[in-house]
């Protein structure tokens, strides 16, 4: 079955460490692929996108995503975690139907 | 991207009754979403709300249920009529920009609690 799988419920991360938020998917074609971050109170906000082309793609607020074909994964990282980055993480496809289908989110904590 | 907003932005309501929820964008689109995110949960599509035909529905969601207008390229509202308690969650607006393929960028949502 189609589907986006994020391993992860929740993360804990010490301030200033670096961050790895894991993405899969399942689906025949490379989807367009996307990682949006929610923060309490608050709507979704599109960090980074990939499309096509490079597969090490740079969001905003410093994060990065990286494709890999082979893995079928789309894996978010930060070298350095803020203590503002704690927030939910969705990843999220499009198959090519223009409708973004989300994985479950991951929390990330972050500790002092 | 755009710049979204959502009225209202959380409501208490009784079961049985309606709301609706609108959503305003600063420019034109041709694309609307409306999303659902249960307690705890990842956002669900609803339906895709194009202006000038009639919104198309994601299984398990139903027109009556879920009545969507969308009257000009800046505006949508979403209905969620005779309300249970399963129904309270976030629903969030979204709009697809972008030449080559969509990319969304959601409003604040709208966060309803059903009594």
């Known amino acids: 079955a189609q589907s986006v799988t994020q391993p992860d419920i929740h993360i804990t991360v010490s301030e200033g460490a670096s961050l790895e938020l894991r993405c899969n998917y399942s689906y025949g074609a490379t989807p367009y692929l996307f990682w949006y971050v929610q923060s309490p109170g608050q709507g979704l906000q599109l960090l980074l996108k990939?499309?096509?082309?490079?597969?090490l793609v740079q969001g905003i607020k410093g994060f990065e995503a990286e494709f890999k074909r082979s893995q079928s994964s789309f894996n978010l990282r930060k070298p350095s975690v803020h203590w503002s980055d704690a927030a939910e993480y969705f990843c999220a496809v499009d198959p090519g139907f223009q409708k973004l289908v989300f994985g479950t989110g991951t929390r990330l904590l972050v500790s002092p | 991207s755009a710049v979204i907003s959502q009225k209202p932005s959380r409501d208490i309501c009784q079961r049985g009754t309606s709301l609706t929820i609108q959503c305003q964008v600063d420019?034109?689109?041709?694309?609307m979403f409306w999303y659902r995110q249960q307690p705890g949960q990842s956002l669900t599509l609803i339906a895709t709300?194009?202006?000038?035909?009639?919104?198309?529905?994601e299984s398990g969601f139903v027109i009556d249920k879920f009545p969507i207008s969308r009257p000009n390229l800046t505006f949508s509202t979403l209905t969620v009529s005779n309300m249970s308690p399963e129904d309270s969650s976030i629903y969030l607006c979204?709009?697809?920009?972008?030449?080559?393929?969509?990319?969304?960028?959601f409003g604040p949502g709208t966060r309803l609690t059903v009594t």
């Open positions: 420019s034109q689109v041709t694309m």
């Open positions: 990939y499309f096509s082309g490079d597969t």
């Open positions: 979204s709009v697809g920009l972008g030449q080559e393929t969509y990319e969304q960028y």
């Open positions: 709300a194009n202006q000038g035909s009639e919104a198309t529905y």
